[in-house]
């Protein structure tokens, strides 16, 4: 069987998900294994106000944020560091973190983890939930930034 060249995805096509039901970030799609057939995944990860990931660590992967939209801060391996819009950062293999939403908005982050290492079967073993459209506004990068008065 033949593979297509490329795999596209439209923001109007995406789907998401929450891994439990109680918790406070959910996952836009982008490509994946399940879906896709490649060897990682990525995903635009939203975070509501307070949000965070619970602490956990990767064997093996690789797993990299760039935050798109809001602030918060990244904890791993015994370092804080606050996060905002386009900041970028790497997590290696075997390394304790997490990453929680500090704003009055909803943190995003562009969310890659290679190799997989069961994070798409973890997120699309989830429930699924309707992005909003503030969502798809910072998918598509159509949002608007807080003006900061001072």
């Known amino acids: 069987?033949?593979?297509?060249?490329?795999?596209?995805?439209?923001p109007g096509?995406?789907?998401?998900?929450r891994i439990s039901p109680n918790d406070s970030?959910?996952?836009a799609c982008l490509f994946d294994p399940l879906a896709d057939g490649v060897s990682f995944t990525l995903v635009v990860e939203i975070?509501?106000?307070g949000g965070a990931t619970p602490p956990n660590t990767h064997a093996i992967a690789y797993e990299s944020f760039f935050v798109?939209?809001?602030?918060?801060?990244?904890?791993?391996?015994?370092?804080?560091m606050p996060i905002g819009p386009g900041d970028a950062f790497v997590l290696r293999?075997?390394?304790?973190?997490v990453v929680e939403n500090t704003g009055n908005t909803k943190l995003y982050c562009l969310t890659f983890m290679t190799p997989n290492e069961g994070f798409a079967e973890l997120i699309r073993g989830g429930t699924a939930v309707e992005l909003t459209d503030d969502d798809r506004a910072v998918?598509?990068?159509?949002?608007?930034h807080p003006v900061l008065l001072g």
């Open 47 to 49: 975070f509501l106000p």
């Open 93 to 97: 293999p075997g390394v304790e973190h």
């Open 13 to 17: 096509n995406l789907q998401a998900f």
């Open 25 to 27: 970030n959910y996952f």
């Open 139 to 144: 998918i598509t990068g159509t949002h608007r």
């Open 1 to 10: 069987m033949m593979q297509v060249p490329a795999i596209a995805r439209r």
């Open 68 to 80: 798109l939209a809001g602030t918060g801060v990244a904890r791993a391996g015994g370092i804080e």
